[in-house]
C-alpha cells in the first residue's frame, strides 16, 4: 500500500503542460517521474507489491507511454509483456478493435497469437493515464477477443472528471494510482 504522503510525492513529480498537444488540453508529463530514479523505484516497488499475488500470466501495455509501465511490470513479475499498438504498426496477423475520438475514429491492434502459450491467460492491462476511457476500452475488447481473461485494468493517473473509469468497469476492475484534476 503506498502511504498518503509517498502518493502526494508521485504527484508532485508529474509535469503538467498547459495547451499541449491543442489549446485546453491540460497534458500530465510523465517523463518527469520517469527520470527520478526515486519515484519511478517508489511506484514500481507499489505496483509489484500489488500485483505479485494475482497470479498474473502476462503484462499487455497500450502504446506507446503504457509500454514504459507494462514491461517494467512485467519484468518485476517475471512474466510476458504484450503490445497493444495503433493501427498498421505490428507486423504479425492481426485483431483489431475501433474506438471514436473527439473528432473521427482510432483502432487498436495486438497480435492474434499474443496469449497462444496459455489458453484463458491472467492479463493485466496498462496504460499511463485514462481519460475517457476510450483506448482502454477498445483495448480490454482486444485481449478478450483474441481468448485471455482479464483480470484488471491499471493506470498511473486517473482524470475522474471524464467519466472513464464508469466505461472500463464494464470490461473489467479498474485500479488507478493517483487522481489527479
Ligand atoms: P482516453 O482514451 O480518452 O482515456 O485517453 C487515454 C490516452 O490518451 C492515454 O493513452 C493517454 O496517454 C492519452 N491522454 C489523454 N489525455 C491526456 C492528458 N491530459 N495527459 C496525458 N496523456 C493523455
Redesign the pocket.
Known amino acids: 500500500m503506498l502511504r498518503d504522503e509517498e502518493r502526494t510525492y508521485l504527484l508532485e513529480t508529474i509535469r503538467e503542460i498547459p495547451d499541449f498537444p491543442k489549446p485546453g ?5 510523465i517523463t518527469t517521474l520517469l527520470n527520478n530514479a526515486k519515484a519511478f523505484t517508489l511506484l514500481m516497488d507499489h505496483l509489484q507489491e500489488r500485483y505479485e499475488p494475482m497470479d498474473l500470466d502476462f503484462v499487455a501495455g ?1 502504446e506507446s ?2 509500454f514504459i509501465f507494462a514491461a517494467a511490470l512485467a519484468t518485476r513479475l517475471g512474466i510476458g509483456f504484450v503490445p497493444v499498438r495503433k493501427k498498421g504498426k505490428l507486423p504479425y496477423t492481426t485483431v483489431g478493435e475501433k ?1 471514436a475520438l473527439e473528432y473521427g475514429v482510432d483502432e487498436v491492434e495486438i497480435h492474434i497469437d499474443a496469449f497462444h502459450q496459455k489458453p484463458g491467460a491472467r492479463v493485466l492491462l496498462v ?10 476500452q477498445a483495448a480490454a475488447r482486444l485481449i478478450k477477443r483474441v481468448g485471455a481473461n482479464l483480470v484488471e485494468a491499471l493506470f498511473i493517473i486517473e ?1 475522474p472528471s ?1 467519466g ?1 473509469r464508469e466505461r472500463l468497469e464494464r470490461e473489467a476492475p479498474v485500479y488507478s494510482v493517483l487522481e489527479c484534476v
Open positions: 488540453i491540460r497534458f500530465k508529463d497500450i507511454r503504457g474506438y496504460d499511463d493515464l485514462i481519460a475517457t476511457g476510450g483506448t482502454a482524470l471524464l472513464g
